[in-house]
């Protein structure tokens, strides 16, 4: 796992309450990580919204 997606790993969840902060943050990930790097974030993006009804959507939408 390379700095760049645990760091944006870390500012999903900073950013969680906020769900256009979330889905704006989650865009700018994908834009910038690499294909590998974004398919694990997508998997970990998965599991952490699973609770989360309101980001769900946000997850599905991109």
Do not use: C, G, H, T
Request: net charge positive.
């Amino acid at each position: 796992m390379s700095k760049d997606l645990k760091y944006y790993k870390q500012i999903l969840q900073k950013v969680s309450f906020d769900v256009n902060l979330f889905r704006k943050e989650l865009e700018k990930a994908y834009n910038y990580l690499s294909p590998k790097d974004q398919l694990l974030l997508r998997s970990w993006v998965s599991k952490y919204v699973a609770n989360k009804s309101d980001l769900r959507y946000v997850v599905l939408s991109i």
